[in-house]
């Protein structure tokens, strides 16, 4: 394994594939990094607990030459349960592809085996969208197999710009709808360290993106936002950050939660509108 992975990532991909290779030996052929390994940005601990959390998530994908069959998946399904029974954390998200799924990209390739959040399923759709190719074939790290750059992966960048878009008006616009309200449940996650770092950075990845025609990584995007967007947000921005590298003992700006999640709102809000008027 390349040497800047970090620990956790290597005994957790180590472990699944000794499991995946005992059980199924040859059927693994591929097996790909990719997510916030692959741009430097992984963090194996963060502020907040179980889906509040924000440390980072080991995101695979695992490549076969042929279809896997029921046996197959069930083996691949008990070296998965394996791996996460003794690493639970970080989650070891990813999909179970063939290499021909790789080259006809999300809309071509049927359910597949999949994990996320430590749920492993059979048949599924998580992760298979524009965003998982197009991160393969530009950054992801080969564990096994042939470089990203030797295979033929589906990249289509127009399609990674739609989807980004629908990305933004059908889950950004309605989630911010929905946490503005002060509601019981959308204040106590609205106060959390969580809330700031899953909305101000994430949607400031999508405005990168639609901005520049790169993908980036959270902290990349909020470095891009520090740098790029108006000085009312510069202290919502670095509290995100800071939530992000160091965690909820990290350098704080904001002494009132209530204060960070209406600057969080605020800032969601006017960034959805920049981001959709660049498209």
Request: proline fraction near 6%; aromatic fraction near 8%; charge should be positive.
């Amino acid at each position: 394994m390349p040497r800047e992975i970090p620990e956790e990532v290597r005994r957790s991909t180590a472990l699944f594939l000794a499991e995946a290779d005992q059980a199924v030996p040859g059927l693994v052929t591929g097996f790909y990094l990719v997510g916030s390994v692959c741009f430097g940005d992984f963090h194996a601990r963060g502020p907040g607990r179980g889906r509040l959390s924000t440390a980072s998530d080991i995101d695979f994908v695992a490549v076969t030459e042929r279809r896997a069959g029921p046996a197959e998946v069930s083996a691949l399904a008990r070296a998965h349960a394996a791996t996460i029974a003794r690493f639970p954390r970080p989650h070891f998200d990813g999909a179970v592809l063939t290499w021909a799924d790789l080259a006809v990209g999300p809309d071509g390739c049927p359910d597949v085996p999949c994990a996320q959040e430590n749920r492993f399923r059979a048949s599924g759709r998580d992760g298979i969208n524009p965003v998982l190719f197009c991160e393969l074939a530009s950054r992801g790290i080969a564990l096994r197999g042939p470089e990203p750059s030797d295979v033929d992966i589906w990249a289509d960048r127009d399609a990674l710009r739609a989807f980004t878009v629908d990305n933004l008006s059908r889950y950004w616009r309605p989630w911010w709808e929905k946490n503005r309200k002060a509601s019981a449940l959308s204040l106590a996650i609205g106060v959390s360290p969580w809330f700031p770092v899953w909305a101000v950075l994430g949607v400031s990845r999508l405005h990168h993106l639609l901005a520049t025609g790169e993908m980036t990584s959270k902290c990349g995007a909020g470095r891009y936002a520090a740098r790029e967007f108006d000085p009312r947000w510069q202290r919502i921005v670095a509290e995100s950050l800071s939530l992000r590298t160091e965690g909820a003992e990290g350098r704080r700006s904001y002494r009132n939660p209530l204060a960070r999640r209406r600057d969080t709102l605020a800032f969601l809000d006017a960034t959805i509108d920049g981001a959709l008027a660049l498209a």
